[in-house]
């Protein structure tokens, strides 16, 4: 096991690492940018080294400096979180040049997986199903209209190196196409260094429904079970749940089975979620490979009582799966809200310095946040603010423990999201679980905007 983990990231996943280590006996390494050196990953983790200024590009991004603060403090492995540097090969691979463990896939696997083009098509030799569209990258405009004019409109312009929902264009007729692919290699280019697009068939009112899987380094896979993620604000998600209204038992097995397979075919090691489209008919079309831990895993940590964190840190010290996959169990239902730091009305951030906050506990509730009274919300870093998880023995249990712990709650100083999502849990489409991606378009404009409590 490891003697010393060095956490490379910041917030509410820094402090989940934090806990996940103590529990298992290891030391930890928090780094954190000038901005973040009253937080809460600074104050429990057993050494702290600043990085850079706030920033991300100049700390949370910087890979020399992380990995300095790895080999000054003698931290055997680096755990890299979501976002920043989750995805990132290189980053990987100056671990393994530098003989530190990072704590997720082979450098190999998270190039191939995070080309989307090149994930497309390796996952389509390995038997997922897949929406009909190019079989890599658009070499030009008459190869889009052409493929375009094959598997009909509406079709989805992507990015290959996409993520965050950025880099995406519909196109509706043929007319459309060369302006839209201009605009899309344009904005692939200035987003994420890479202008390469390529194109699918664009669904009109498919379900986002994802599986968790685990696997270690000697072929073990298992797969968690779903999640179902389709209440999302521009294709990023606000409220997420395990199990999906949507997936029977039969095709979970049925799909799990066949993720499982598909990851142990690019020798898959560590945690890792495959997003896919599901149709109204229950069809499901592969989308993306996430090969890191994501902001949602907490639902299905409820639903199965895994504990997916130290497992991911147990596989990467070379340990097998100490379970089967017929020794996971799926019990009850768990929603999960992302509460952000922004106007619930406008989306419009709301940094600032949080007076009072207190999130009531209580039966089947779990809070991961890094926020406190007296803190500061920097308007340097992502919005969220904190992930409230209600577990219940039904999906109805689970939403009325949702609503009576956002009901509770209390952030003063800034505005958040909560009456937004105490204005979801309330649809009757929702309590129906008649869920698709569009979901929020259809009922975002009724919420209005809070007072604030408190702006002293
Ligand atoms: P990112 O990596 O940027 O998050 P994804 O490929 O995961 O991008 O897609 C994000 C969201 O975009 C999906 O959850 C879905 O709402 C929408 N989307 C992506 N591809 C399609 C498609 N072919 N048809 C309909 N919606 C799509």
């Known amino acids: 096991m490891f003697k010393k983990i060095l956490v490379a990231n910041r917030g509410e996943i820094a402090l989940r690492i934090i806990f996940a280590c103590r529990e298992l006996g290891i030391k930890t390494v928090a780094v954190y940018s000038e901005a973040d050196e009253s937080s809460l990953h600074v104050r429990f983790a057993d050494q702290d080294i600043c990085i850079g200024p706030a920033r991300s590009s100049e700390s949370y991004l910087n890979v020399p400096a992380i990995i300095s603060a790895a080999e ?16 990132s090969a290189y980053l990987a691979e100056v671990c393994e040049a530098c003989h530190i463990r990072f704590i997720g896939p082979d450098p190999h696997v998270i190039r191939l997986l995070g080309d989307k083009a090149k994930a497309r098509r390796a996952m389509k030799k390995a038997g997922v199903p897949m929406l009909a569209g190019s079989d890599g990258p658009l070499e030009s405009e008459d190869k889009a209209l052409k493929i375009a004019k094959d598997i009909g409109y509406p079709v989805i312009l992507k990015a290959v190196a996409g993520g965050g929902g950025r880099g995406m264009r519909i196109v509706t007729a043929a007319s459309e196409l060369p302006h839209a692919f201009k605009t899309a290699q344009r904005e692939a280019e ?43 604000r521009r294709h990023q998600k ?40 599901m149709d109204e008919k229950g069809s499901f079309y592969f989308m993306e490979v996430n090969t890191r831990i ?4 907490p639902v299905t940590e409820m639903v199965t009582g895994i504990d997916i964190v130290k497992e991911q840190i147990r596989i990467a010290t070379g340990e097998r799966l100490s379970f089967k996959q017929s020794e996971v169990t799926f019990t009850g239902h768990a929603i999960e809200c992302r509460v952000n730091a922004e106007d619930p009305f406008t ?27 007296e803190c500061t919300i920097s308007p340097h870093y992502d919005s969220m603010i904190a992930k409230v998880i209600a577990h219940g023995r039904d999906r109805q249990e689970a939403i009325a423990r949702m609503k009576r712990t956002l009901e509770m709650t209390v952030v003063e100083g800034i505005r958040t999201t909560i009456p ?26 009724k919420v209005k905007a809070e007072p604030l409590a408190d702006t002293a």
């Open 420 to 445: 937004l999502h105490l204005r979801i849990l309330n649809e009757p489409d929702f309590i129906a679980g008649r869920l698709n991606t569009h979901f929020m378009e259809r009922y975002q404009p």
């Open 72 to 87: 000054i403090t003698g931290a055997d492995a680096i755990h890299p979180g979501y976002g920043f540097l989750s995805e």
């Open 190 to 232: 200035a987003a994420f260094g890479v202008g390469d697009v390529y194109l699918e068939k664009y669904l009109e009112s498919p379900r986002h429904v994802e599986f968790q899987i685990l696997g270690d380094h000697h072929g073990n896979v298992i797969h968690l079970g779903e999640r179902e993620c389709s209440i999302q």
């Open 294 to 297: 994501q902001v949602e895993h």
């Open 238 to 277: 606000l409220l997420e749940e395990s199990p999906s209204v949507a997936v029977s038992d039969k095709l979970r097995r049925k799909m799990g089975g066949l993720v499982a397979d598909a990851a142990r075919a690019v020798q898959y090691s560590n945690a890792g979620t495959f997003e896919f489209l």
């Open 347 to 373: 989306f419009v951030p709301s940094p600032g310095v949080i007076h009072a906050f207190s999130v009531p506990g209580g039966p089947g509730v779990r809070v991961d946040t890094a926020a406190h009274s």
